[in-house]
Structure formats: C-alpha cells, structure tokens
C-alpha cells in the first residue's frame, strides 16, 4: 500500500515546494524498495514512484530556472537513478539484494541533496525567504 503523502501544489518558481515534493518522492522511493525487497511491493510500483520522482525533479530544475539559478550539476541525477534501479530490479527481491543496492541509491540521493543544498544561498540572494531544506529534528 503506498503511503499517502501530500504533495503541495506549486505555482511557477515555487522552490520549496518542488523541493519538498522532490524529498518525499524520494523517501518513498526507499520505502518502497524496502518493501519490494520482501515481495511488499512490486517492480511496477518501484517504477510509478521513479516516474513520480522524475516529474518532481523537472518542477524542481523548472522552478529554480524560473530565478535563473541553474542546477546543471544533477542533471545526471534521474539516468544515474534509473541505472541503479534497472540493475537491481532485475534481481529476484531479497534483502540481501536490497543491501547490495541501497548504498549506491543513498548516494545518489545524497549527492541530489548536496546539489540542492548548495543552492541555499543563491535561493537567498533572489529573495527566497523559505528554506530550500528545512529542519528536520528527525535527521
């Protein structure tokens, strides 16, 4: 069962939303190959939540554009996704599996974050009063 997350609406340059949204596709895009890993969840629904991933990260490239500030260094981020998730979905799901894959999505994951972070300050300087990434006590 997917879990419902809510995705807030976003009007053109909305950056913290496309981001917010780009962040909770991504932690259920871990969930879910959690959940594939113990035949939980099928490839197809590890694929609608890549698909969904790559919709929030164009909004995201989109509304960063919209303030000239561009994100050329992860553009790569969806191809080098999709490469790691093609290669471990075309292994039988298992735990074991799931452990030799995850901490190159981890990586990727974290070097998106890293990209985006970096923005905070150029996000700053065009106005933008919300936080790219906010606190999160949970971390």
């Known amino acids: 069962m997917r879990p419902a997350y809510i995705y807030t609406q976003r009007a053109a340059g909305d950056v913290p939303s496309t981001v917010r949204n780009l962040l909770l596709s991504t932690k259920e895009l871990q969930d879910t190959l959690r959940r594939w890993s113990v035949n939980q969840a099928t490839e197809t629904q ?73 923005r905070q300050e150029q996000w700053r300087a065009v106005g933008g009063q919300v936080p790219i990434i906010p606190f999160d006590s949970q971390r």
Request: hydrophobic residues 40%; charged residues 20%.
């Open 46 to 118: 590890v694929s609608d939540v890549f698909v969904q991933i790559g919709t929030d990260f164009n909004a995201t490239i989109h509304a960063f554009a919209y303030h000239r500030i561009e994100l050329s260094d992860i553009h790569s981020f969806p191809k080098d996704l999709r490469t790691v998730l093609e290669q471990c979905l075309a292994e039988d799901p298992s735990p074991q599996m799931l452990s030799h894959f995850m901490p190159e999505v981890r990586q990727i994951l974290a070097r998106l974050l890293r990209g985006l972070q970096s």
